[in-house]
Structure formats: structure tokens, C-alpha cells
């Protein structure tokens, strides 16, 4: 009889547990909005988070409701930006194009390596082992895990072992920044146009023996457009709102001239890398050899 009634009541109790369930989703029910669906299959699916949101259906989602613009998708075309515009009936909108920048140009012609690495061909596993085999222990590793963590085909390994971003095709996804064990990339408005192709930490020429590219803080830039340069922890750092102001191109031009490496460039659009008169011309195709201790 005692067991009787404990499965009785216990059946009881999950009964009313499941009526109150029951009666609390209908009244809570919240009606999904038809165009998420909609929406979220004119998006391209790659979950790739550069918009800012975990993935397209959350992008989707925040375009439904009004707190994103179609055009915040950096992969989707400019059709693809149309037809979600047209669902929601909303303008496609206005985003910045941001670019995936990489702060080192020692590939192996202008960069030296201090030891041959032997193992896992990827900069993360030899970043464990002191640090990888270049000379320069802020430099590029040249193993090119960051050519394949992109799902865009936005970066190749140029003849030198360096990363060469593609501006159109990279979306800002971010995973090449997450991927490098070096923290060489970050995410730049295209429009940036002065940059700095270094991360030396060092002061003065010394670091020249271990990479002929390197930035060796010696000021000139910022001596010559202080208004736009200043120099922090022994690199140029650029005030890029000051650029961008009236006469700014004009004055960051002038502050690659001087630069005797060509550590701080000017990134023209169809030249790419535009470096100052100053600086040493770069003659060497073969890799450099290693030091010898």
C-alpha cells in the first residue's frame, strides 16, 4: 500500500509539473518572426564572426530586429546585401571595410634565423621552442598557419615565407589574429593607410644583424609629422584620427621618408608597400644565412 501511494503521488506530481510546463510555454510563447528564416538563408552561412555576432543566425537575427545593417556581413556580395535590404525593407547600409594587417616584413631574404628548426611545420609548435628559429624574436616564423586557418583564401606565403594579405578577399574574420603565435596581425581599417611593418622591441641598429627591415627607433617618422606619429615602447605609433584629418595624408606621407629600414610604410592600393627615399633598397631574392654563434 506504501509503495502504491508513493507512485501515485509521485505521478501526480509529475503530472502537474508537466501541465504547468505546458501552460507556461503557451502563454510565454513568443512568435518567431517569419524573416529570420529568410534572412538567414540569403546569408552565406561561414559563421565567421566578423560582423560581431557568434554566427549568421544571431547576425540574423539582430538584422531582424533592426540593430545591425545588411552590409555589416563582410563576406556576403553586394546582391547578397540587396536581397536581405529588400526582405526587411530596410537600407543596405554603410561599414567600414576592415583588413587583416600584418606588423612584420622580415621574410627570409631580409630576416635571419638563428637555428634550423626541425619539427611540426607550423609557427605555433615552433614558437615553443625558444621562441622559433628566426633571429628576430618578434618576427614572422614563416610556417604559414595563418594561410590556413583562412576560409577566405585571403593570404598566401609570398617567395619569402611572409604573409601577403589579399584586401578584397579578407573579411575581418579574425582567426588569422587568433592563430598567430607572434600576435603579428591585427584587424586595421582599410583606409589606415601609414603602417608600421614591425614589432621590434629593441632600441638602436643592433637588431639590423638579425633583420635588415626592422624598425630600429630612431624617430625620424615622428619627428617629421608629430602631429600624426609618436614613439611607444620603442615603435611609431600612429594617430590614425589625425591622418584621416585635413592635410593628414600629406603629413603621414612625409613621415615614411626619412624611415632608413622602411619599417613604417605608406599602403597604396595598386603599389602596395610604398617606402620612403631613405630607406635601403632590398636587392636580395636568396634566404640569408643563419648566425653563427
Not at 586557418?149 to 578584397?168: N, T, Y
Not at 626592422?214 to 608629430?226: E, F, N, S, V
Not at 613621415?255 to 630607406?279: F, H, M, N, Y
Request: hydrophobic letters at 40%; aromatic letters at 4%.
Amino acid at each position: 500500500m506504501t509503495v502504491l501511494t508513493a507512485v501515485l503521488a509521485l505521478g501526480g506530481l509529475t503530472f502537474a509539473l508537466a501541465s504547468l510546463l505546458l501552460i507556461a510555454s503557451r502563454k510565454l510563447y513568443v512568435e518567431e518572426d517569419p524573416r529570420l528564416d529568410i534572412v538567414e538563408e540569403l546569408l552565406p552561412a561561414s559563421n565567421c564572426g566578423a560582423c560581431g555576432y557568434p554566427g549568421c543566425r544571431a547576425f540574423a537575427e539582430a538584422l531582424v530586429a533592426g540593430s545591425s545593417a545588411p552590409a555589416g556581413c563582410t563576406v556576403s556580395s553586394s546582391e547578397g546585401h540587396d536581397a536581405i535590404a529588400a526582405v526587411l525593407g530596410v537600407d543596405v547600409g554603410a561599414v567600414r571595410k576592415v583588413v587583416a594587417r600584418l606588423a612584420c616584413a622580415g621574410g627570409d631574404n631580409v630576416a635571419r634565423r638563428r637555428a634550423d628548426y626541425q619539427g611540426r611545420s607550423t609557427c605555433l609548435a615552433a614558437a615553443q621552442v625558444a621562441g622559433g628559429g628566426k633571429d628576430c624574436y618578434w618576427g614572422c616564423l614563416g610556417f604559414g598557419d595563418c594561410t590556413t586557418a583562412c576560409d577566405f583564401d585571403a593570404i598566401r606565403m609570398d617567395q619569402h615565407d611572409l604573409p601577403v594579405v589579399d584586401e578584397e578577399r579578407c573579411t575581418a574574420c579574425g582567426d588569422c589574429v587568433d592563430v598567430c603565435p607572434k600576435d603579428l596581425f591585427s584587424l586595421q581599417d582599410a583606409d589606415n593607410r601609414l603602417w608600421v611593418r614591425c614589432k621590434n622591441g629593441e632600441f638602436g641598429d643592433g637588431i639590423l644583424a638579425a633583420c635588415e627591415v626592422a624598425c630600429t627607433a630612431c624617430a625620424r617618422c615622428a619627428a617629421d609629422a608629430p602631429e600624426i606619429v609618436t614613439m611607444a615602447d620603442n615603435l611609431p605609433l600612429v594617430d590614425y584620427a589625425a591622418l584621416h584629418n585635413a592635410a593628414g595624408h600629406e603629413r603621414g606621407r612625409a613621415s615614411i621618408e626619412r624611415c632608413p629600414t622602411g619599417a613604417i610604410v605608406w599602403l597604396d592600393a595598386q603599389q602596395g608597400d610604398i617606402k620612403g627615399s631613405a630607406s635601403a633598397r632590398i636587392i636580395r631574392q636568396a634566404a640569408r644565412q643563419e648566425a653563427t654563434t
